[in-house]
């Protein structure tokens, strides 16, 4: 009985333990299944996301790319050292040297308008036989045409075009290759102005082209963006469950590599944490629950960081952490839409460090970056919390000031320019830089953002013409001189293409009146304003980057019309910039051979600033103008800075005395004569010809002829003659001038 009961006991409890086991495997079995799918879900979404971001990620890089290129691609200096005369040695420092630095550039190649290669450079260094790799070459061919067709498509600027509507926005194309087995970023940017300082000279622009290879530091800076440990890049397109992979598309639409990397899996994750025993249906879903809110929340708060630091490194100087010009903009607007609504009054300030370039060229660009930061940090002291300090660039800030008028915006200038004037700590080495400032106020709140800044810019340019160091309001005159200037250079640049300047001489006399020499002398009549003064058009030459087209024509014109001048030394003024090009020298080359001249019937008149620093590319110039026979002349003799080390250094044959000291014998001062008398002396002394010019006035030859000045040039003699008269006179012999008194001493010195 008692075995029989016991049989059936166990029967009935293996009956009942059937239908629970049964129960409670089916029900951990639809837990794990449910577990399963949401692991598979999580970690599906999770690559998803992955994949979106990496994407994102990729995408923003070619962005960055091309707008690190358009810094100095899309720049008046670009478009005057590639456009309209090609200097290999900018296109080597500023722009292949730079980009290799700054963003691991690896090839750099430039197409002239006619989209032959140019120029190339590897690592930074140009490449002495230009050359492209056929698979950079062949990504290049993919995306030139729809980039010149682009280029076609945009509207032209015509004359008078304000400076903001005839800006264009840049133009670029970019293409991925695969070469030397590695995969190569390639972007195509079109030369051209950013402020319109410059023009193209043609229609079509050149091209700068960027190959940079996804090498492993750009592939960490890229995995840590996007929180990528083991990022990849290869040909293989594979995708596993192991390894998640974005493909990448050339411009032909191929996936010719993919990035590659080892997947976060949180929903495998969240399994590995419910690996203990389930003790209840209840504990176990609470402990998934828990776990899931846990991962789900600091998943997101991964998210929301991410997204954060993003958004901050989008509107944000990563060298002084200010705000840049994009988020400058964004707040110039707020500011725009208040004014207008409740009449506020806002002041933009544009600043710009007055010696800067000195102090980066100097000690380098890890002195620059720290005085930038330093500089960064005086400004934004200065200024109140409802203010905005933002670095746009290089050397320039901008500053807007809401709730202020006029005098709030001149004296925050003030304290601006007193700060950055304080000396600066740079690694042990004292800096002394100084400060231009532009500002306008905001007169019209539905003028464009872009209108506001331009109009400040125009006022910092002003200041520095005023000098530096200095605080300039706008005013709407600024804006019409800016325009007649840019026609003045539009002018200069047809005057020159189609020949309309013209050379007249002026005679150099002893003190008999015999003509000895004579100075060559550029004019320009314009044909609607008529003459305009050589120190208004050489300058305006030196400013456009036109002084070595003015340069060319005044040599080739003078050896043109004196080649027959036998006998009659003819000067020539080089300006300093010249000088510094180290392709003026082969051209004066060129047109001594052109013209068959005998260079020692010819002298070159240099200023007092060439003599200033140590530049070796004229220092050069200089010799080898006196190895090719040429004189050297000093003009304006102690007006500027040269030191007798300077004269013997640069082979200085003459010294011209400036006519601000002759005008000052009229005088009669005794410091006047003085000073010109130990000029002259001086010359003797180091044994150099001495020319005194601009004498006007009987008195003033008088008095340089008892000083011991033997020749001279000035209207007493005779006003700068067309060639050919000049000839005549000379050929003639005839003295020129009132003949000098032997017995008198005009200086009224015993």
């Known amino acids: 009985m008692k075995s029989a009961k016991a049989r059936q006991n166990r029967l009935m409890g293996s009956g009942l333990f059937r239908p629970v086991l049964v129960l409670a495997v089916a029900v951990f079995a639809v837990l794990a299944l449910v577990i399963t799918v949401m692991v598979h879900q999580f970690d599906s979404v999770s690559r998803q996301q992955q994949q979106q971001t990496a994407q994102r990620g990729y995408l923003n890089r070619f962005t960055e790319h091309t707008e690190l290129v358009q810094q100095r691609v899309v720049s008046d200096d670009a478009v005057r050292h590639l456009a309209i005369r090609f200097d290999p040695q900018w296109a080597e420092h500023d722009l292949a040297h730079y980009y290799h630095d700054r963003n691991a550039v690896s090839d750099l190649f430039v197409l002239d308008a006619q989209d032959k290669l140019q120029f190339s450079a590897h690592n930074g260094v140009a490449i002495p ?119 990448l598309y050339d411009a032909r639409g191929r996936a010719i590599a993919a990035l590659s990397w080892h997947p976060r899996k949180p929903g495998s994750d969240l399994l590995v944490n419910l690996q203990w025993p389930l003790a209840s249906m209840l504990l176990i879903l609470l402990l998934l629950g828990g776990i899931l809110l846990r991962e789900v929340t600091r998943y997101a708060r991964g998210l929301i960081l991410s997204e954060a630091k993003a958004r901050h490194l989008a509107f944000h100087d990563t060298l002084t952490q200010l705000p840049n010009r994009a988020l400058m903009f964004e707040r110039l607007n707020q500011m725009r839409s208040l004014s207008n609504r409740q009449s506020l009054e806002v002041a933009v300030h544009c600043l710009d460090l007055d010696r800067f370039k000195e102090v980066n060229d100097t000690l380098g660009h890890p002195a620059g970056d720290a005085l930038i930061r330093a500089a960064a940090r005086r400004v934004a002291e200065l200024v109140r919390d409802t203010d905005t300090v933002a670095r746009i660039g290089g050397d320039e800030f901008v500053i807007l000031q809401p709730h202020t008028g006029a005098n709030g915006a001149s004296l925050l200038a003030e304290r601006v320019i007193s700060a950055l004037s304080r000396p600066f700590d740079i690694d042990g080495n ?121 340069g060319e024509f005044t040599v080739r014109r003078v050896f043109a019309e004196t080649r027959e001048w036998v006998g009659l030394p003819v000067a020539i003024n080089v300006s300093a910039l010249q000088l510094r090009s180290p392709s003026f020298m082969a051209a004066v080359t060129r047109l001594v051979a052109e013209n068959a001249i005998d260079a020692r019937n010819y002298e070159f008149e240099i200023t007092e600033t060439v003599l200033l620093g140590d530049d070796a590319a004229t220092r050069d110039n200089i010799i080898m103008l006196k190895q090719e026979g040429f004189t050297i002349a000093l003009d304006d003799f102690g007006t500027g ?110």
């Open 641 to 750: 800075y040269s030191s007798l080390s300077s004269l013997q250094r640069f082979s200085v044959d003459k010294i011209k005395i400036d006519r601000a000291f002759v005008r000052n014998l009229d005088g009669g001062s005794a410091d006047s004569v003085t000073l010109v008398e130990a000029i002259i002396k001086l010359a003797k002394a180091l044994n150099l010809g001495v020319i005194a010019e601009g004498v006007e006035t009987v008195s003033q030859r008088d008095c340089l002829v008892a000083c011991g000045c033997e020749h001279f040039q000035g209207f007493l003699y005779s006003r700068p003659l067309q060639g050919d008269t000049l000839e005549q006179l000379a050929g003639s012999g005839q003295a020129l001038g009132p003949k000098v008194a032997p017995t008198e001493d005009p200086r009224g010195l015993v």
């Open 129 to 247: 036989t230009p050359a492209m790799p056929a698979p950079i070459a062949e990504a290049v061919a993919d995306i030139l045409p729809e980039l010149r067709q682009a280029e076609g498509a945009r509207p032209q600027p015509v004359p008078d075009m304000p400076l903001h509507a005839s800006l264009l926005p840049p133009v670029q194309r970019t293409n991925i290759t695969i070469h030397n087995g590695r995969v190569y970023m390639v972007a195509l940017t079109l030369v051209q102005p950013d402020f319109g300082r410059a023009q193209l000279p043609a229609r079509h622009a050149p091209v700068v082209v960027t190959a940079m290879p996804f090498d492993k530091r750009l592939l960490e800076r890229f995995g840590a963006r996007q929180l990528v440990t083991d990022l990849a890049i290869g040909i293989d397109l594979r995708e596993s469950d192991e390894r998640a992979t974005l493909p």
């Open 430 to 550: 004292s800096v002394q830089i100084g400060c231009s400032v532009g500002i306008t106020l905001i007169s019209d709140p539905t003028a464009p953002a872009s209108e506001i800044v331009r109009q400040a810019d125009l006022a910092l340019y002003s200041s520095k013409e005023k000098g530096r160091n200095c605080a300039t309001f706008f005013e709407p005159e600024m804006d019409a001189a800016l325009r007649m200037r840019r026609q003045m250079e539009v002018d200069l640049r047809e005057a020159l293409a189609q020949d309309q300047l013209h050379m007249v001489y002026q005679p150099q006399v002893d003190a008999t009146g015999r003509i000895m020499g004579v100075e060559a002398l550029v004019r320009w009549n314009h044909p609607t304003k008529g003459p305009i003064p050589p120190n208004v058009f050489v300058v305006l030459a030196e400013e456009s980057g036109l002084i070595s087209q003015l």
